[in-house]
């Protein structure tokens, strides 16, 4: 059973937002909101080829037209490529594109309808190219190159390439080949699964202003904020601290908003035209140039014994990162851990390839690796336990990993409530009632995320009025981590949450953040906040006790004070004389997660091979099938979720219905119709994100099994809740319907067709 949460006075209560008056007031300034006086704006030209040589850009005409006042072309300006892991991104294209919405030019001018105008007066001469669009067939050795010179282009170490793949990560661990000759059956399938917009509402903006001494500062609405920083500064060739990036404030973010966006545009523009330049995705950009979860095939083989004990497991995931690598070797890498599932596998062979095509760059969203092969590995326990006669939730139970199990990678598992969050699940969807009348039935499924590594810094300040600056340099992306964060120091310090002031997301005043990303930032931030909250009372203890003529340690802190009998020296008196004394009392930490222990010889060239803080969920759904329509009613919706510890219940319940919601959208409605690097559904008509009308009430369900480094215990919950919708939904329409899907959506057409 979960542990009993301890009880506090700050932590663990559903506290209001600190941020809250200003978002639901309107007086929280975005992004989007932000403006310069006299700035102009900028537009983008794009591709309408997937592969393709430039012979001539013509901004002649562009030039003289009114209200313009700066081109710039792949030629005109000299920039170095970037990347995350492989630098083959161009700003501007040089002498080739490689996939249709490539940017070829950027003009800003006075007014966003004449930046259009002049886009649409460039005229560009191509000579179209062969070009691949699968990425299976761009893996045969025919195959034409999308990168002709990958050889040539800078790349990670970790990253091992061959032409068309950008990528390949291997865990190897028993003799697969011999498990599948011990196996009583063994089942293939092969899954697909489509690309999806993030779905965030703010689109990406971007204000740039260069100074004469060239140094530049951004304010956008980016996830990373250093990472934005570094990426900027190598494209131009200057030092990270001539760039300053600031957040204002951003409109959610999901994954979408992790690499640039709009910021290396808008710097560009305004070094050319020597003012401030905005510029900002519209909404068919969105859907058709921005970063989309990567589409994926993949390929499982599964061995199991007489009682559905896997005995071998053998399974390969094949990402499209489109022309560019974006984040697709690090997808590709992770997906092998959620191939192998929460599950003990003696002799496993899993494979995780991102692939090049001409197909649009793919970025990532919530839990980059996650829905796709956790799809393909849950909808084929499904599968097997209908095929061996024994209970879906049964065949998991008898395989789920428990305390002291190793899995695939070596890690010895603990804190894992995984048993726990199968059995409420099931029990709170009425699990023995799987197919309760015609056309409906129950699905369910499980499992497992890490809690992402990766430094967090923070300080903290001791105000005049006895309240605390927090400074971090992560962004607040809508989920309350910060209010969590502050909940935590506000716990060590015995104050009410209020008493904090948070300062965030500004490179030249915040120290640094691996960012809003992974699962961590709760986590990160809260683990730096606790250390610099226990460094401070520390000093302050210290001050307060030579005033008080008393021993450190037999000070009590509590009520804004620190107690000596009856004397006592409020934080208010305390920062006064701290500051009279010069220099007030400040203090600050850092945090990265400790590595978790794993064998190394099971992996290669991974780049997560241990998961710190791992989290467990399972998702349960009850759905009715139309006979006549296809189409899908979600009739329940529950959601358990081993969290370690809710620092904020409200917020962590609010992630938890967001990433459901967002998980449905991939199972039943959200995909991008490519065809030959054409996105066909690039609008918000046709492109179908759920709508209120689409999703019932999510039920959440809260385990507790706390992690040793987590903040009081807690592990990440952003991401997770994404995972498991379109596997569970899956199963509960083949319990329903008796038609097994395989490829995502699973729309109403599919189910018929079926």
Not at 1 to 18: E, H, I, T, W
């Amino acid at each position: 059973m979960s542990a009993q949460p301890q009880v506090f006075d700050v932590v663990g209560k559903r506290l209001n937002r600190l941020d809250g008056a200003g978002k639901v007031t309107g007086a929280a300034v975005y992004a989007s909101d932000f403006a310069l006086p006299g700035m102009l704006y900028g537009r983008v030209l794009r591709s309408p080829h997937a592969h393709a040589k430039i012979l001539r850009v013509d901004t002649t005409a562009a030039r003289s037209m009114p209200g313009v006042r700066a081109i710039v072309t792949g030629s005109t300006q000299k920039l170095n490529r970037f990347g995350n892991f492989i630098k083959d991104f161009e700003v501007f294209a040089s002498d080739r594109v490689y996939h249709v919405g490539q940017a070829i030019a950027g003009v800003a001018a006075d007014s966003e309808y004449a930046a259009e105008q002049a886009v649409k007066a460039i005229v560009v001469d191509y000579e179209e190219l062969p070009a691949v669009f699968d990425p299976v067939t761009a893996l045969r050795s025919d195959a034409s190159l999308v990168h002709p010179n990958w050889k040539e282009l800078k790349a990670a170490p970790i990253i091992s390439r061959d032409a068309n793949r950008c990528g390949r990560t291997v865990i190897k661990v028993g003799d697969v080949e011999e498990g599948f000759r011990n196996s009583y059956r063994v089942y293939e399938h092969v899954f697909r699964t489509s690309p999806v917009h993030a779905g965030y509402t703010e689109p990406r903006v971007a204000v740039a202003q260069w100074t004469d001494s060239d140094k530049a500062t951004v304010w956008c609405n980016a996830q990373l904020l250093f990472d934005t920083q570094s990426a900027l500064a190598e494209i131009f060739g200057i030092p990270p601290s001539h760039i300053r990036v600031v957040v204002p404030g951003i409109g959610g973010g999901f994954g979408g908003k992790l690499r640039l966006g709009m910021e290396h545009y808008a710097m560009v523009l305004a070094r050319a035209a020597k003012r401030a330049v905005r510029v900002m995705s519209t909404s068919e950009e969105e859907l058709t140039a921005a970063l989309f979860r990567q589409p994926a095939t993949i390929e499982l083989k599964t061995g199991v014994d007489r009682d559905g004990h896997i005995i071998a497991k053998k399974g390969r995931v094949i990402v499209d990162s489109g022309a560019c690598s974006g984040s697709g070797p690090l997808v590709a890498s992770t997906a092998t851990m959620i191939l192998a599932g929460p599950y003990k596998l003696p002799n496993a062979e899993l494979e995780g390839i991102a692939v090049y095509t001409n197909n649009h760059p793919n970025g990532s969203v919530r839990a980059p690796s996650g829905p796709m092969p956790n799809f393909a590995t849950e909808s084929q326990m499904d599968m097997i336990a209908d095929d061996l006669g024994i209970d879906p939730l049964e065949l998991r139970k008898r395989n789920i990993l428990r305390e002291g199990d190793v899995a695939v990678n070596g890690q010895k598992m603990t804190a894992v409530g995984l048993e726990e969050c199968l059995d409420k699940a099931a029990a709170s969807i009425d699990w023995n009632s799987r197919k309760p009348e015609q056309n409906r039935g129950k699905g369910l499924a499980c499992g497992w995320w890490m809690t992402s590594r990766g430094s967090s810094g923070a300080y903290l300040k001791l105000m005049q009025d006895g309240t605390l600056t927090m400074m971090v340099g992560v962004v607040e992306m809508g989920t309350g981590a910060l209010t969590g964060a502050a909940q935590v120091v506000a716990e060590e310090l015995k104050i009410p949450v209020t008493d904090i002031n948070v300062v965030s997301a500004d490179s030249l005043t915040t120290p640094y953040d691996f960012g809003s990303q992974g699962s961590r930032t709760m986590f990160a931030v809260a683990n730096a906040s606790r250390e610099a909250a226990r460094e401070l009372i520390a000093k302050m203890r210290e001050r307060a006790a030579k005033s008080l003529g008393a021993e450190a340690q037999s000070l009590q802190m509590r009520e804004k004070a620190f107690w000596s009998g009856e004397k006592k020296l409020t934080f208010a008196e305390l920062a006064t004389q701290a500051n009279a004394g010069g220099g007030g009392l400040i203090a600050e930490a850092t945090y990265i997660a400790p590595a978790v222990e794993h064998d190394a010889s099971r992996v290669q060239n991974h780049f997560s091979p241990s998961w710190p803080s791992p989290s467990f969920h399972v998702h349960a759904v009850d759905v009715s099938i139309d006979q006549v329509l296809g189409e899908v009613t979600i009739n329940r919706y529950v959601v358990a979720q081993d969290v370690g510890y809710a620092i904020n219940p409200t917020y962590l319940e609010g992630q938890l219905e967001g990433g459901a919601v967002q998980g449905v959208g991939q199972a039943l409605f959200e995909e991008l119709i490519m065809v030959k690097g054409h996105v066909q559904n690039g609008n918000l008509t046709d492109y179908k994100m759920p709508t209120s009308m689409d999703v019932p009430p999510i039920e959440i369900i809260l385990v507790t099994y706390p992690s040793v480094t987590g903040p009081y215990g807690a592990k990440g919950v952003g991401e997770p809740p994404s995972i498991q919708p379109p596997a569970a939904v899956a199963n509960a329409i083949a319990a329903a319907s008796g038609k097994r899907i395989t490829n995502l959506p699973i729309t109403a057409e599919k189910i018929l067709m079926a």
